[in-house]
């Protein structure tokens, strides 16, 4: 006689009647289906693609502006797919549009430095060579 077994809601993975998770991806196991997390799919999720899209206007265009927001949106669709909550397929992207976001954070962040240092020193150069005559 076979076992029973319950499939993952969330990666498909076949667990046996008596896990309370999955011994896969870590993903509560229901008994009943009609309690079921996010079935798998092949689609990212939209905050993943969001995140994504700005992480690359991060580094090309809008700096900070838009880092930051890619950073949050992806931690958030992060803890949403450890939770089950969002799509696997997702994972890849929002960890792009974090690390994508964090480039262009920092970038423009040396930036904005290297434009006020060259603004001071600017400045100050006049008075120097004027002072040295």
Excluded: Y
Aim: hydrophobic share 50%; with cysteine; net charge neutral.
């Amino acid at each position: 006689m076979t076992e029973q077994s319950i499939s993952c809601p969330r990666c498909g993975h076949t667990n046996t009647s008596d896990s309370r998770f999955c011994n896969k991806c870590g993903n509560p196991l229901v008994a009943d289906a009609a309690v079921a997390a996010v079935p798998p799919s092949q689609s990212a999720g939209a905050k993943a693609i969001i995140s994504l899209i700005l992480g690359i206007l991060s580094i090309f265009m809008l700096g900070f502006l838009a880092g930051i927001p890619a950073m949050i949106l992806a931690k958030h669709e992060e803890d949403e797919i450890r939770r089950g909550r969002s799509p696997v397929a997702g994972e890849m992207l929002a960890k792009l549009g974090f690390w994508l976001g964090l480039i262009g954070t920092v970038l423009s962040g040396l930036t904005i430095l290297l434009i006020v240092f060259f603004i001071f020193f600017g400045l100050s150069f006049p008075f120097i060579f004027s002072c040295a005559l």
